[in-house]
């Protein structure tokens, strides 16, 4: 079976998924005056920019099929909108931000695609 190119930054890859993960869901709960602000983006565009980078950080970190990958970046999601429901104080469930994790989501396994292919 031939490997990919990336194969052997697997280790790598799997650091900066959970690392990415686990702060996408603590900067997702914490009180809005807490959280971390980066650049002049609408709150959408940050959804969709963190899911593409949590899609390719997946995929490069393991070897689970395209919609397996999908279904658990938009129960991902789910889960985050959830938290902010019950858990977070002054933070909004919105399922617009659902459906922009999932296109961010789409979008980030798309470019790994194309990526391997690529390299």
């Known amino acids: 079976m031939k490997r990919s190119k990336h194969y052997r930054y697997r280790s790598l890859f799997r650091t900066l998924f959970w690392l990415a993960l686990v702060t996408s ?3 997702a709960v914490l009180p809005q005056e807490l959280a ?3 650049g002049s983006l609408n709150d959408k565009a940050h959804h969709i920019l963190a899911f593409i980078v ?3 950080l997946l ?3 393991y070897r689970v099929r395209y919609w397996y990958a999908l279904l658990f970046l938009s129960g991902y999601g789910v889960f985050i909108e959830l938290s902010q429901l019950w858990i977070a ?3 909004y469930a919105d399922i617009n931000d659902v459906a922009a994790d999932i ?3 789409f979008i980030g396994l798309k470019l790994h695609k194309y990526i391997t292919r690529v390299l």
């Open 25 to 27: 869901y603590v900067a």
């Open 89 to 91: 104080t002054n933070r």
């Open 36 to 38: 971390p602000h980066v």
């Open 54 to 56: 949590l899609g390719m």
């Open 103 to 105: 296109i961010g989501s």
């Open 59 to 61: 995929r490069f970190s």
